[in-house]
């Protein structure tokens, strides 16, 4: 309380009682809420057991801060938020952990990046609600990671603030300092991997682009029929069924009406006589993508294409099209076709390992509007990630089967029975 005159004006007020029994306050100015304690009051310090403990929850059985705050009256979720920061801030480079665990590899890496949201601080980029308070906004960071093709291990994996040269250059400078043997990169379309890759070794490295990124740069850039390619194939995919009747979604009215096979299949006539060219040159890079003979494909299935090429390339409106398509092809041929090249490495044509983690990445992250700050965003994304080396694999099926009740570190040659991965990823036992 303060006085003013003869009126006093409040400056706090109460903000009810916690499960422990501790009085809390709410800042009328700042809309903080805090504790006051008492003179003498010493405030309660956690085991380092019981610190793991809030960790291994957050980060393995994906807990809240909320949930933990529910459950344990012991913590509350600012304290248990402030642990796992704790460990975040401590955490090792991945690089000098798989230094220390010298996994073996094949060589061949799957690479992919994933944008992940910190907020900012800076000046001009703030932004302010109507109400008056300060709403910082958000701007993208890339996790950059890499899986080996074989073992499924990840040797280096890091946050960036951009995919950009210079981000490409420190990612596989350290991913040489790990010891690991570079000889095949699985990349998207960005061209900055590959020369970070070959800066870093100071060797040529063998590069294979992913099929479905160049695929759907073309559809998406070029030809702009990303719609049509889907919607096409979910009308292939109805008439594979074996029924009379087949309830289809109608783009035209935006709802489900059912439809004989025959109406289908003209609707689909429709749509090739419409989009002619592009389903065309789409189709044909459907056939360069399936050869299985190297020299066939540059003797044969090229020369056919290029012909393709210059034959709408005469028509005026297609010309521009054309000539982009053209040299964007004849620009990443070789690191389009390394796995008929070098077939006895048997080099896979997609990087689907990086983006399958991706996606495990978006299931996690889907309930995090973004990261206090960079540091602590960074060491929670190195700490899922060691926490996925080291957890078996169990619903694997098909060819995959195999890898059920195995780490990827395990598969690597590593034994990790004895070893705890939230000690093994500290700097120093401070934290505990």
């Known amino acids: 309380m303060q006085k003013r005159g003869h009126r006093k004006t409040k400056k706090v007020t109460k903000s009810g009682i ?12 700042c809309n903080l809420s805090f504790t006051a304690h008492k003179k003498g009051h010493k405030q309660t310090s956690f085991s380092p057991s019981y610190k793991e403990e809030i960790a291994k929850r957050h980060i393995e059985d994906r807990t809240g801060y909320r949930d933990i705050d529910r459950r344990d009256e012991n913590i509350s979720r600012n304290t248990a938020c402030q642990i796992v920061n704790k460990f975040a801030l401590n955490v090792k480079p991945a690089w ?27 000046e001009g980029v703030e932004r302010f609600t109507k109400k008056g308070k300060r709403n910082p906004a958000y701007y993208q960071c890339c996790y950059y990671h890499g ?39 699985i990349r998207d379309g960005r061209d900055e991997a590959q020369v970070g890759a070959e800066n870093a070794y100071g060797k040529p490295i063998i590069g294979q682009l992913c099929h479905k990124h160049f695929m759907d740069t073309i559809c998406e850039e070029y030809l702009k029929i990303q719609g049509v390619i889907k919607y096409r194939q979910y009308l292939l995919d109805r008439l594979r069924s074996n029924k009379k009747d087949h309830t289809v979604w109608d783009s035209v009215i935006n709802r489900k009406v059912i439809k004989t096979s025959k109406q289908i299949k003209a609707q689909l006539r429709n749509i090739r006589q419409r989009y002619y060219f592009e389903l065309e040159i789409y189709d044909f890079l459907r056939r360069l993508f399936a050869a299985g003979d190297y020299d066939k494909l540059v003797t044969v299935i090229v020369p056919k ?98 890898l059920n009740g195995y780490a990827p570190l395990e598969l690597s040659g590593v034994d990790v029975s004895s070893i705890d991965w939230l000690k093994f990823s500290q700097k120093t036992t401070r934290v505990l």
């Open 305 to 402: 294409f290029y012909k393709c090429l210059n034959r709408y390339g005469k028509v005026r409106c297609y010309s521009k099209i054309t000539d982009r398509i053209e040299k964007k092809f004849f620009k990443e041929f070789d690191y389009l076709f390394s796995y008929l090249k070098y077939p006895k490495l048997e080099i896979p044509r997609y990087n689907n390992l990086s983006e399958n983690y991706n996606q495990q990445l978006d299931l996690r992250l889907k309930s995090i509007r973004g990261f206090e700050s960079f540091e602590t965003g960074r060491g929670e994304l190195i700490l899922l990630t060691t926490r996925r080396r080291f957890m078996k694999y169990t619903d694997c099926s098909g060819p995959y089967k195999h």
């Open 18 to 29: 916690r499960y422990i029994k501790v009085q809390r306050y709410k800042c009328i100015k």
């Open 147 to 185: 899986i080996d093709y074989e073992t499924r291990d990840m040797p280096h994996y890091d946050l960036y603030e951009s995919e950009s040269q210079q981000a490409m250059d420190q990612y596989y400078e350290d991913l040489r300092r790990s010891g690991y043997d570079l000889q095949v990169l």
């Open 96 to 122: 000098l952990m798989t230094k220390k665990l010298k996994p073996k590899s094949s060589g061949k890496l799957c690479t992919d990046g994933k944008f992940v949201y910190i907020k900012c601080e800076k």
